[in-house]
């Protein structure tokens, strides 16, 4: 089983749905991914733990909007929001402790981007990547790619390499310790400054077979299945409207 343990700082270490409808969310995300989910937290307003083989998974909670948040590992998350501050970053949540689960903070990036830490208590984030039903990759689409660069090595000391380098096709991947951890893609054609934002990747054994999952469930195919060098991937929204993409195994990449 692909695993994480003690993951480096900067390394996506938890994903959090905000959503409108967490009821349709639990029943959305059971049926694409098989995920179960705990019965609502009242003391965290509300909030829904999401699992797979028994260990958590995601997140989710109604907070007035609808998209996928990523969190950053940290073993200090008053340090981390104090230096992102100090490299341009706003403090959109101060850090704070979520009872002995662990302390959070979160962040807009200088590209405005919302980027949350974690600093692991009792509650670990999830604990396998790259497996069906499990987060695959992350990757920051960005208004200002030079400085979305700058800002996670200064902050997180993450190294980058870019890997594209044309106006057509401009991208980085983000490494920690040498673990390839995140992508960064330049979408400052499409989005205003400030616009930026974090896309989820959830591995599944069959791309095809769970978009049409998707669609059964009330959700959309924002962009079909294709053959890439990193896999199969498709582009899909849930019920509520939220992104995320679909990623699998294929000839150019059959294994993750």
């Known amino acids: 089983m692909p695993t994480r343990e003690n993951p480096a700082l900067g390394t996506p270490i938890w994903i959090e749905l905000n959503t409108t409808d967490i009821e349709a969310a639990r029943r959305f995300y059971g049926g694409v991914f098989g995920w179960e989910s705990e019965e609502p937290n009242q003391d965290f307003g509300g909030y829904v733990n999401f699992t797979r083989a028994g ?3 995601a997140g ?5 909007g609808a998209d996928w948040h990523v969190y950053l590992a940290t073993e200090d998350a008053t340090k981390i929001s104090e230096v992102a501050a ?3 970053a706003q403090v959109q949540q101060p850090a704070m402790d979520v009872g002995d689960l662990g302390r959070m903070a979160v962040l807009g990036d200088p590209s405005g981007a919302r980027t949350g ?7 670990p984030g999830f604990v396998s990547v790259g497996e069906p039903g499990a987060p695959s990759w992350f990757e920051l689409h960005t208004s200002d790619f030079r400085g979305s660069l700058d800002f996670y090595r200064d902050v997180f000391g993450l190294e980058s390499m870019v890997v594209s380098d044309t106006d057509e096709f401009r991208y ?17 054609s499409h989005l205003a400054p400030g616009a930026s934002f974090w896309r989820l990747y959830l591995w599944t054994a069959d791309v095809d077979a769970s978009t049409a999952k998707v669609t059964e469930l009330g959700g959309r195919v924002r962009r079909p299945a294709e053959d890439t060098p990193w896999g199969r991937v498709a582009e899909v929204s849930d019920p509520s409207g939220v992104v995320f993409s679909l990623q699998g195994a ?7």
Do not use: I
């Open 117 to 123: 830490l974690w600093q692991a208590g009792a509650h």
């Open 60 to 64: 989710a909670m109604n907070m007035g």
């Open 172 to 188: 980085a991947v983000l490494s920690a310790n040498g673990e390839q951890v995140a992508g960064v893609a330049d979408d400052s």
């Open 55 to 57: 260990a958590r998974v």
């Open 250 to 256: 294929n000839d150019q990449m059959p294994a993750h």
């Open 86 to 88: 100090a490299h341009g």
